[in-house]
């Protein structure tokens, strides 16, 4: 018999069952795969029926129905940005080949009100859980709404991890921030780098305001002046505030930056101003990615291990969603720093800039 649709609308576990002629219960475990036994001429009728029809299993359903999440939301910063890439692809891999989990990767756009849309978003998709990559650009104007709808949403059930300090009341998969800018600011002066420009992102950021910490502590104990600068970390940003920072101070003979993005946009105005990398001016940045080995020179960099971090949230996630045990962050991912060629030893600064 032909499998004919009795909906008005997308077909239904029931219309399969009906054209199979066999009941819901039965349709549902050869549509599940379970393990229960089922007649191998009713479990062909099954599958035949819903190819004809067209079936496609609602996931929502069954999470409304108590039934354990398939999914889980990832909101990252901005996707043209080589540091979220990097993130989102180690997410779902990990989402996908290690526990059967798919993820939704939202594009907040550096934007703190799509942050908030988006989270109430995924929940309304009963996800099991969110990974908040890409926060810190705006939080002081939005922290309150966001700590509230966190709470909530955790309240609801929905496991919430970030992949950055935000002092929101969830776990956080990181390096240390502080030691990160300890780390950069050492690359400088153990080459005798004693006056240096600190080019980081929005001084609200919880890990900016870290990472400066860290930077300026060990730049004071070396006896090292700083000039410190703010810009989005993007490329153009980048170019712009080495720009203003060699101009106010040409003495400066190297920088510290916080994003490969912005550290690429550096060196651009860097070759445009006739200044040559590392014989004139070295530089360091924080983001070890795609972009910073295709670099020329290439960029000495400190890894963020954005891909551990990423998978160990997910991991996390998953134990949560599927009952195991909660996989909580021990301790801050190590730093590693990667010696390429934009940095050396400083002649005079560039006092005739």
């Known amino acids: 018999m032909s499998a004919k649709k009795q909906s008005g609308n997308a077909p239904t576990l ?50 409304l129905r108590g039934g354990a999440s398939t999914m889980m939301g990832l909101i990252v910063g901005d996707m043209l940005d080589p540091y979220y890439g990097e993130i989102a692809e180690a997410v779902t891999l990990q989402a996908e080949t290690r526990h059967g989990l798919s993820a ?62 935000r002092g929101l009341d969830v776990p956080t998969f990181s390096v240390d921030h502080e030691s990160l800018g300890q780390v950069m600011a050492k690359t400088l002066t153990d080459r005798g780098h004693r006056r240096v420009g600190i080019l980081l992102g929005s001084s609200h950021s919880e890990a900016t305001q870290q990472r400066l910490r860290g930077a300026m502590q060990h730049l004071a104990k070396s006896g090292a002046g700083f000039i410190i600068e703010h810009a989005e970390y993007n490329a153009q940003a980048g170019a712009n505030s080495i720009d203003r920072l060699l101009r106010a101070h040409p003495d400066l003979t190297g920088v510290l930056v916080g994003s ?45 291990s ?40 400083p002649r005079e600064g560039l006092l005739k800039l």
């Open 14 to 63: 029931a219309d399969v069952a009906r054209a199979a002629g066999v009941s819901v219960s039965t349709a549902a475990r050869v549509l599940r795969g379970d393990s229960y036994p089922v007649d191998p001429a009713l479990a062909e009728a099954v599958k035949a029926s819903a190819s004809e029809l067209r079936y496609v299993r609602n996931i929502h359903a069954r999470n």
């Open 260 to 304: 490969s993005a912005m550290a690429m946009g550096v060196l651009a105005r860097l070759v445009e101003l006739g200044i040559s990398v590392p014989n004139d001016f070295s530089v360091v940045c924080a983001g070890k990615t795609m972009m910073t080995s295709w670099s020329s020179p290439k960029l000495t960099t400190v890894d963020l």
């Open 306 to 345: 954005l891909a551990a971090t990423g998978r160990a949230a997910t991991d996390f996630i998953a134990s949560r969603i599927q009952g195991g045990e909660p996989l909580l962050p021990a301790e801050p991912l190590p730093l590693t720093l990667f010696e390429g060629e934009s940095v050396t030893q």
């Open 104 to 165: 939704i990767v939202c594009n907040m756009q550096r934007d703190a009100q799509l942050e908030l849309k988006y989270c109430a978003q995924l929940w309304e998709h009963r996800v099991g859980g969110i990974i908040l990559a890409g926060g810190g650009f705006d939080q002081w104007s939005h922290f309150d709404k966001l700590a509230d709808l966190v709470r909530r949403m955790q309240d609801a059930g929905v496991v919430v991890a970030s992949l950055t300090p």
